[in-house]
């Protein structure tokens, strides 16, 4: 019998924004968030978040949404807006621990309804395996990755070993395509062809 398995799904991971609170550049970025999609466009999306909130935090309505949609298995990571991509090499460190322990957390209360990704710290390439090895460590099935971050494209040599070191566990490394622009005003690109091909998942899948 075949099993419906939403292979995109995310979480907000409270733990991450703990880590975070306070922190030297986090209002600078939020600031740049304004400026890049505008007043009103988060205005709208933070309503549209607000909403869901239930959803994307706590067990009993993503089980019962994922039984109205006839979705079996879904797999979790953090939210895209908990990459936070500004943040230095030991905060990054300590954000990617954080959703990895959360997103694990959440698998380990329906495990026959949800696997899971962990995070990696994609602005820091140095860090990406040892952050990759974590979500592994906590039975963790890969990573998402967006498909830029300040200064670093996927195609950089410097991201080698995290290309080498994923599929040597048979494990993925799932993309979130992102348009986003840096802080020096450079455009992030979607997946580049040497990269895409590192994600196998679709958004949906039957298995």
């Not at 922190?23 to 466009?41: I, M, Y």
């Not at 954080?98 to 026959?112: D, F, I, K, T």
């Not at 490394?173 to 062809?193: D, K, N």
């Amino acid at each position: 019998m075949s099993r419906v398995v939403d292979v995109h799904a995310h979480v907000i991971v409270p733990e991450v924004e703990a880590v975070v609170a306070g922190q030297p550049g986090l209002d600078q970025h939020r600031a740049l968030d304004v400026r890049r999609n505008g007043t009103e466009s988060m205005a709208v999306s933070g309503r549209m978040v607000g909403e869901r909130i239930p959803r994307l935090t706590q067990l009993g309505p993503r089980l019962a949404d994922m039984d109205a949609a006839g979705v079996d298995v879904q797999v979790l990571s953090a939210s895209p807006s908990q990459y936070h991509y500004w943040a230095s090499p030991e905060l990054a460190m300590a954000v990617a621990r954080a959703a990895n322990r959360g997103v694990a957390a959440v698998v380990a209360e329906e495990p026959a309804r949800f696997t899971g990704l962990g995070l990696l710290p994609l602005q820091h390439p140095h860090l990406c395996v040892a952050a990759l090895d974590d979500a592994l460590d906590l039975g963790l099935r890969g990573a998402e990755i967006s498909s830029f971050a300040p200064g670093v494209e996927l195609s950089d040599p410097a991201l080698d070993p995290l290309w080498a070191r994923a599929p040597r566990h048979r494990r993925c490394c799932s993309c979130t395509p992102s348009a986003a622009r840096s802080t020096s005003g450079s455009t992030g690109s979607t997946c580049p062809t040497r990269s895409a091909s590192r994600s196998r998942m679709p958004s949906r899948s039957r298995t």
